[in-house]
């Protein structure tokens, strides 16, 4: 943890009050904020063991286009492996161009002559929540998909994400009948109108550290507002996403509606940016990587593009904080997820009066964190 000494200029404590909503509540729900003072030695013991046979089968590898699991045009396929031992979890199939060409194909197909756009609202919302309902149904099995592919501990997955994605679901399916345009004034005898409307195939590309979470907030609102989706999933941890849209076809969603693809950025993430039947893009990932997926989409067909970047989140400790807390909430602050989090406290500053207590407490707080097994109880941090 980078901390820094600031001066006098800010005099109001930092205290859990003034933290994010989310955090908060991830903070007053989860394992992880309840200190370590449960964990006793027999926990930090288990590290010693072997790691723990995840029971769940992993019967969903292949691409999703238009509604049908099917082989890679190449037949090509990766392997998606087990980041606690590096083995093989599953060979996936491996998306390329022309893949991805079939899957943006079905989504323009079923935004164009499909139900999805055409069906109410109140259609949409209803199979949306009833994918929210299998989400729940299926908790442990995708948490377990997800902690196996991932790396991060159950009871992250478990408890917070997995009911997260059921709930941002049902958030986004209340959306759906709720989209209204306007009546503007005008001058003389005219009658002026707004209306919003789908924009058409929406082009998805999410990263591994929050592989259901970014599956949720990008094909949520894209689905409630009556678009189609192709989306491409991290080549680390494709599992999980395969097997939430299977629910989501079991839930009622029409046949190309959502699309997913396995496969890797300069193939697969590339040729979605540039390809000039997507009308909308959305990416999260690294700077880097966004600036080749702007340039990507604004070489072909102009499309719009939303990125989420990283970020440097500061941290401050003002004089008058009550550092105990302080050191918790930056330790979590900080190392939540593995530190793999877009808003991570990454950046921490503290005044100068409290700063050398704040560090050596930090510092033990650090020490004292349990890394191993995700599926072990106790552990806070995976392998990666």
């Not at 600031?6 to 989310?22: C, K, M, N, Q, V």
């Not at 503290?350 to 552990?379: C, M, S």
Request: charged letters at 20%; a negative charge.
């Amino acid at each position: 943890m980078a901390a820094r000494r600031i001066s006098g200029l800010l005099s109001r404590s930092f205290t859990s009050g003034s933290a994010s909503a989310f955090f908060q509540e991830v903070w007053r729900n989860s394992s992880l904020g309840r200190g370590i003072s449960r964990y006793s030695n027999a926990a930090a013991a288990t590290a010693a063991e072997g790691p723990i046979i995840p029971s769940v089968a992993v019967n969903y590898t292949q691409l999703l286009i238009n509604g049908q699991f099917v082989d890679a045009a190449s037949g090509k396929t990766f392997p998606t492996c087990d980041p606690r031992t590096g083995e093989v979890i599953a060979n996936v199939a491996e998306g390329d161009v022309e893949d991805i060409n079939r899957a943006v194909s079905a989504a323009r197909k079923a935004f164009d002559n499909g139900p999805w756009p055409k069906m109410t609202a109140y259609e949409r919302s209803k199979i949306m929540l009833h994918f929210a309902d299998l989400i729940e149904k299926h908790n442990d099995e995708i948490a377990t998909l997800e902690t196996w592919d991932n790396g991060k501990p159950y009871d992250q997955a478990a408890k917070i994400e997995v009911p997260m994605v059921a709930r941002i679901f049902r958030y986004y399916a209340g959306w759906a009948d709720k989209i209204h345009g306007l009546v503007v004034p005008a001058d003389g005898q005219h009658h002026v109108q707004t209306l919003h409307e789908p924009i058409g195939v929406a082009g998805q590309i999410i990263p591994w550290n929050f592989p259901l979470l970014m599956f949720a907030w990008k094909v949520g609102p894209a689905l409630a507002c009556g678009n189609t989706v192709v989306i491409k999933t991290a080549e680390q941890t494709p599992l999980t996403a395969l097997y939430a849209a299977k629910l989501f076809h079991e839930a009622g969603l029409p046949e190309g509606v959502l699309n997913v693809i396995s496969g890797f950025g300069p193939t697969a993430g590339a040729a979605l940016a540039s390809h000039m039947d997507v009308d909308k893009l959305a990416f999260t990932g690294s700077t880097e990587t966004g600036k080749v997926v702007l340039e990507l989409a604004a070489r072909s067909n102009l499309k719009p593009v939303t990125l989420e970047l990283g970020g440097k989140s500061p941290f401050i400790v003002c004089e008058d904080a009550d550092i105990d807390k302080a050191v918790e909430l930056a330790h979590f602050a900080l190392f939540f997820n593995q530190g793999q989090c877009c808003c991570a406290g990454s950046r921490t500053y503290v005044h100068e009066r409290v700063y050398d207590e704040f560090i050596e407490k930090a510092k033990e707080r650090a020490v004292k964190r349990l890394v191993g097994d995700p599926f072990k109880e106790g552990i806070e941090q995976g392998p990666r």
